[in-house]
């Protein structure tokens, strides 16, 4: 794993010292000539304008979509046009700004566009627009988050279809019924704003929906498999420090399953990981052998390279399998890194018979050059004589580097076309890790959390595919699973129900999957809001579109004592692993004051109280961690200014582990010290009225006896 260079493609030019009038005549009729020639013969097929608008229907800038998809600077620009059929790339950067939208034009072939956008609460996605899976061939005005909505659930339908034998949890059915009810609330004749508003409410709850369906449906897939492909569950270990105890817990965590992938580092001789090699052995543990990391490639020679292979070799013959190279399409690697693979996989063949050779690409397709792009790298760079010696091929995948998410599921179906004799899986996988971070997955302010959920999401997801041997080889296992007692459970959950193959959890009733409609484009379809001169960054959170209920609930008593004033208070049933479920309200304020927020709490259990200055949910002004206790206790935030803002966002949030239980809450308070209250029914005396809720199943509120 390599920290990610800087984008190559971000280049600038002046023209400059035009001294002549003539000769400035003559180099303007010339830039006119070449302008016309570069973008004449690049839109052969056409110009489709996108329209962007955030998850409350308002139109969005220019500016403000590029800060939306780089992360407010954090990213980059990742735009990229791929094939349709086979992903590989074709250009990079082809949006510009036409108007007050952005645009791309379509070379003599049919593309689809990858852009980088933000989900609740899932985080980063990689939307692949592709016209409901053929491309754009022709001209058009398309509404991005609703085409890309209609494109994920197209997708995720063919991939229900494909999992006859899932089923759905109840977390897949309320994701995909509220996604495709906001579809069906919307068609091509309804206002380009709401079209817009639609498809961002209909991703994030598609990403849940998707993530459930691999992570649920994968570990039962391979159970069923394993007379097939035998499961791999693996960790790296790049140190031979303490082996021993690193060794055991990758044999408690997943034995039989488990594997350990060695990093030999550069400069050491075999003679030094001998005791390591032997004791994972003697623990039924099997080993990977790694004899060049990507970050060491360049400090060999092509002939050093093999010359590596041939001492491992044999130096460890008792070694499993061998990895032939390491995130190979890297940018940073050697030029000839094909032909040193093409060496060390011939080798291994030749001294070590009937062992596995292993390739690991880097998983990024949009966010480096189009040469390195994975699957472009992959067909030009792997001829079939190298495909031949090559018996496993995977991709390390950090997603704050390069996200995932719903293309999850269209990667690993691409990488099984592209080694169709070749088993696949994940070869290498890590999260939040230091000089790596430009976007996040599932919940940025609790980084832990979200490793647990990254962990969580893979381990069980790379397994959900024809020839996976699942892997993973978790790149810092030795830091994150040493002492972390939650991502232990996560590996041993996955043993289980490989060891069981028990099915998913027994489900809520089936949803019928919805056909996806193919939009008419608009072709002079014009956003309806005005884009304000200020960026913003998808106002409005609503992870999940829940319709308001009416002012007074049908309520389930609370046992007496359970509302501190009134006669209701909200109850909140956490569970005992963070869902990064919410419970929160839009709050008007004056700017440049100094705010705090308070709740009242009773019970058990814990929730981050958040306060969020911005409706994308990436600028935290204060937060609070309420525990509750079995007395009324108030717990309040830090102090905070709130800017130039004239609303923020508060929030009650499931972001903790280990924090099960039943908490109630009541008379929350946002506002000046000494003034009035900002919040919209502080007390719940008159229900849901002003509260927004992604999780019914967790927070309802309730009447006191």
């Known amino acids: 794993m390599e920290n990610k260079p800087e984008n190559p493609n971000e280049k600038h030019r002046a023209l400059r010292n035009l001294l002549l009038p003539s000769l400035a005549f003559l180099l303007l009729a010339a830039l006119v000539i070449i302008a016309f020639a ?28 590029r800060t939306t998809s780089n992360n407010g600077g954090a990213g980059y620009n990742n735009d990229f046009l ?72 197209k997708k995720l339908d063919a991939a229900r279809s494909a999992r006859p034998d899932y089923i759905p949890s109840a977390k897949f059915n309320t994701a995909y019924q509220s996604a495709a009810s906001q579809l069906a609330s919307v068609d091509v004749y309804s206002p380009e704003s709401a079209k817009g508003k639609a498809g961002q409410l209909a991703l994030d709850q598609l990403a849940v929906a ?87 490639d360049k400090g060999y020679t092509r002939a050093q390279y093999k010359q590596r292979f041939i001492d491992y070799i044999t130096a460890f013959p008792q070694i499993d399998a061998w990895e032939v190279g390491n995130e190979v399409n890297g940018s940073w690697l050697s030029s000839d890194i094909g032909l040193r693979i093409a060496d060390a996989a011939a080798e291994v063949k030749a001294r070590a018979p009937g062992k596995p050779t292993f390739l690991t690409l880097f998983w990024q397709i949009n966010t480096d050059s189009v040469a390195n792009s ?56 890590g999260y939040w890790i230091a000089g790596q971070q430009f976007w996040w997955a599932y919940n940025q302010t609790d980084t832990v959390g979200a490793k647990r959920a990254v962990a969580e999401q893979y381990y069980n997801a790379s397994f959900d595919y024809a020839g996976s041997i ?111 479920q919410d419970f929160f309200q839009t709050v ?8 705090t927020a308070s709740v009242w709490v009773k019970g058990s259990g814990s929730l981050e109280l958040q306060v969020w200055g911005n409706a994308n949910w990436t600028k935290k002004l204060s937060s609070a961690r309420v525990n509750a206790t079995s007395t009324w206790t108030k717990v309040t935030t830090p102090v905070f200014n709130v800017g130039s803002r004239q609303r923020i966002y508060i929030s009650f949030d499931t972001s903790y582990s280990n924090a099960a239980g039943t908490m109630y809450l009541d008379e929350v308070f946002v506002g000046t010290s000494g003034g009035a209250n900002s919040i919209t029914n502080p007390g719940f005396e008159s229900g849901l009225t002003g509260w927004s809720n992604d999780a019914p199943a967790v927070f309802s509120i309730q009447k006191g006896l």
Do not use: C
Request: no cysteine; net charge neutral.
């Open 38 to 65: 570069v973008r004449g013969s690049a839109q052969a097929g056409g110009t489709v304008t996108l329209l962007f608008f955030d998850r409350n229907g308002t139109a969005l800038t220019p500016t403000q979509v």
């Open 82 to 153: 791929l094939n349709p059929t086979n992903m590989r790339a074709i250009t990079s950067g082809p949006l510009y700004t036409s108007g007050t939208n952005m645009a791309f034009n379509i070379p003599s072939q049919a593309v689809a566009l990858a852009f980088n956008w933000p989900t609740l609460p899932g985080g980063y996605q990689l939307l692949i627009l592709d016209n409901g899976g053929v491309g754009f061939s022709t001209g058009a005005t398309i509404n991005f988050t609703y085409q890309a909505a209609l494109d994920v659930k």
């Open 210 to 296: 998707y993530d459930a369906i691999l992570a649920e449906h994968g570990p039962v897939y391979a159970a069923a498999n394993k007379s097939t492909v035998t499961p791999w569950v693996g960790f790296t270990i790049d140190t031979v420090s303490n082996y021993q105890a690193n060794v055991d817990l990758a044999a408690t965590l997943a034995a039989p399953y488990a594997w350990i992938r060695i990093v030999f580092d550069a400069g050491q001789a075999p003679s030094v990981y001998t005791t390591l090699v032997n004791y994972a052995k003697s623990k039924g543990v099997k080993v990977l052998g790694q004899p060049v990391d990507s970050t060491y």
């Open 374 to 429: 994975m699957f472009t790298w992959a067909n030009t760079n792997l001829p079939a004589s190298t495909r031949a010696n090559i018996d496993v091929v995977t991709f390390s995948q950090y997603q704050e580097q390069a996200p995932m998410g719903v293309v999850f599921d269209q990667v690993m179906k691409t990488l099984r076309a592209e080694f169709p004799t070749q088993k696949i899986g994940l070869g290498e996988l």
């Open 470 to 580: 699942g892997g993973v080889f978790w790149w810092t296992y030795i830091t994150d699973f040493k002492s972390d007692t939650a991502m232990q459970q996560i590996v041993k959950n996955l043993r289980d129900k490989l060891q069981s193959g028990s099915p998913t959890p027994t489900p809520t009733a089936t949803p019928t999957a919805t056909p996806t409609a193919t939009p008419t484009p608009s072709p002079t379809a014009t956003p309806t809001a005005t884009p304000t001169a200020t960026p913003k960054v998808t106002p409005t959170p609503t992870p999940t579109p829940t319709p308001t209920p009416t002012p007074t609930p049908t309520p389930t008593p609370a046992p007496g004592g359970m509302v501190y004033n009134g006669s209701w208070s909200a109850t909140a049933k956490i569970p005992a692993l963070a869902s990064y």
């Open 588 to 595: 008007p304020v004056t700017a440049n004051a100094n705010y």
